[in-house]
């Protein structure tokens, strides 16, 4: 199994920036990418960014490309999502994922290619 734990979120006012870490732990060997997604009350959990593990490749939402950047630390087993240019619309829950399914295609950011997920963490921009 795979456990992910979030940080890093909290209040901003709009414009601001922040930065969500996701350590993961245990078998971290079974997945091939990871994924950033978020769920406002209301609304469907959406994806954000990805990134394949092994070489790097992303892929980002359209609402969030120039602003959000995936990024990650092998070493570390950590990936991060650097939040910028901030938007009330961006309030949600967040949530970081892991998957090695390969179907859908990562690429897609569909909820269905990932298998493993953390608790979330909450981003709030408001001013």
């Known amino acids: 199994q795979v456990q992910l734990v979030e940080s890093g979120g909290g209040s901003v006012l709009p414009g601001g920036s922040l930065r969500l870490s996701c350590a993961a732990s245990?078998?971290?060997?079974?997945?091939?990418?990871m994924g950033w997604f978020r769920q406002a009350p209301g609304k469907e959990r959406e994806g954000v960014a990805a990134?394949?593990?092994?070489?790097?490749?992303?892929a980002y939402a359209d609402s969030v490309k120039g602003r959000f950047t995936i990024s990650q630390d092998n070493a570390k087993n950590t990936v991060y999502l650097q939040m910028n240019s901030l938007k009330p619309e961006d309030t949600a829950m967040y949530y970081c994922?892991?998957?090695?399914?390969?179907?859908?295609?990562?690429?897609?950011?569909?909820?269905?290619?990932?298998?493993?997920w953390g608790q979330g963490t909450q981003v709030t921009v408001s001013s």
């Open positions: 994922a892991a998957g090695g399914l390969g179907s859908p295609d990562w690429y897609t950011l569909l909820p269905a290619a990932f298998e493993y």
């Open positions: 245990g078998y971290t060997y079974i997945y091939n990418y």
């Open positions: 990134i394949y593990t092994i070489g790097g490749s992303t």
